[in-house]
């Protein structure tokens, strides 16, 4: 093994085995998140570095220095010779190496090892259970023998989320493109987009809140704590060509194409990353009591429907605005801030735009991923 030290930290395997002619070594880069799943990702990978020697790849090890730097290590990796990039860590890691791979024809691939693992469940790729991964031989098997398929992203863009004492304001990225406002931000969502009381349980996550809690536990935890200091404040929604209404914002909304977001509860039954859509859940004007109610049922997908408040149809665009005092949309942010989640992560605030667009990425799964027909 050699270590070469730049930016991005490299670390070489070399083969000593003799292979046949008919025998080909494929190189990989692996981009691994350090603090995924609170730095668990560092003391597993030894494990799956093994399991990679052994189904025959030539690894470039990069780890993440930063918020972002995922994005630009992938970026840089766009017009390599590597078979293929793979996101080592959770839902967080994968959005910013498919980020900085999306309009390339370079494959990702994902060894999950996060908090949430979402986007992996999506492919049907294996997860780990707690701190052991029984399934993580099936997980490189995968990157060895799975299926390519081409997904879609939305675009969101908005004003950037504050920074905070544990949290720097996000950055801009070229792969994200630019803004069509200046001083937004602009990402783009590969698992789902979301707001309300949900991105309130992402910004608390993000400020360290039940760090020792991992899983679906933690968002649970988070939900909780999250409903009990809600603040109602009211909103302007348009979905695709639909007339624009104003309506109360307790609740969430989750624009999402996949269908389980927080480490696994099923916000989307039956999403699927390869639709040419999103699936668009609201659930506005719920009591605390109800956002309390509707957290089992959410968890198991029997959400849709209940009090007649919770609804999911396809869309391809959406824009989420604060009210002024005349009751008109308006062009200022919610006071206080409304959180804007992508992929699971609170980067922005209100007001929002999404777009859908199709063929961003191509990410290798396992043959049969779930509600593929």
């Known amino acids: 093994m050699r270590n070469n030290t730049h930016s991005s930290y490299l670390v070489f395997i070399a083969f000593n085995t003799k292979f046949s002619s008919e025998t080909n070594v494929s190189r ?37 220095e930063h918020i972002g730097h995922g994005m630009q290590i992938a970026a840089n990796l766009r017009e390599s010779d590597y078979e293929m990039i793979v996101a080592v860590g959770g839902d967080g890691t994968v959005h910013e190496v498919a980020s900085g791979l999306r309009g390339s024809d370079k494959i990702l691939g994902i060894l999950p090892i996060g908090s949430g693992n979402d986007y992996a469940r999506a492919h049907g790729i294996p997860i780990p259970k707690g701190r052991k991964f029984s399934d993580m031989q099936k997980a490189v098997d995968i990157l060895s023998h799975g299926v ?34 200046s001083g937004n931000l602009v990402r783009w969502s590969f698992l789902e987009c ?21 899983g679906q536990l933690k968002y649970k935890f988070l939900g909780i704590r999250a409903i009990i200091g809600w603040k109602t404040q009211r909103g302007w929604i348009k979905v695709d060509d639909e007339p624009g209404e104003i309506v109360d914002l307790s609740g969430l909304f989750c624009m999402s194409q996949c269908q389980t977001f927080g480490g696994g509860f099923l916000i989307a039954p039956g999403a699927l990353p390869t639709q040419k859509h999103g699936s668009l859940v609201l659930a506005w004007g719920l009591s605390k009591i109800q956002m309390l109610l509707v957290m089992g049922p959410l968890e198991k997908g029997k959400h849709i429907g209940m009090w007649n408040k919770i609804s999911m149809k396809s869309a391809k665009k959406m824009e989420l605005k604060s009210v002024d005092s005349n009751g008109k949309p308006s062009e200022k942010s919610h006071h206080p801030d409304l959180f804007v989640n992508v992929d699971g992560e609170a980067v922005m605030i209100t007001p929002i735009q999404l777009e859908y667009f199709e063929n961003q990425l191509i990410v290798r799964g396992a043959s049969n991923i779930p509600n593929q027909n």
């Open 148 to 181: 390519d398929r081409k997904v879609g992203a939305f675009r969101v863009e908005g004003p950037p989320a504050p920074e905070h004492p544990l949290i720097p304001a996000p950055m801009a990225h070229e792969c994200n493109g630019e803004p069509n406002k």
């Open 28 to 64: 990989i880069a692996c981009i691994l998140n350090p603090k995924a799943r609170d730095g668990l990702s560092v003391k597993q990978w030894t494990l799956f570095e093994k399991s990679l020697q052994k189904a025959g790849y030539e690894i470039d090890l990069h780890h993440t």
């Open 194 to 214: 979301d707001s309300g009381v949900t991105s309130a349980v992402n910004r608390m996550k993000t400020e360290g809140k039940f760090r020792r809690i991992r």
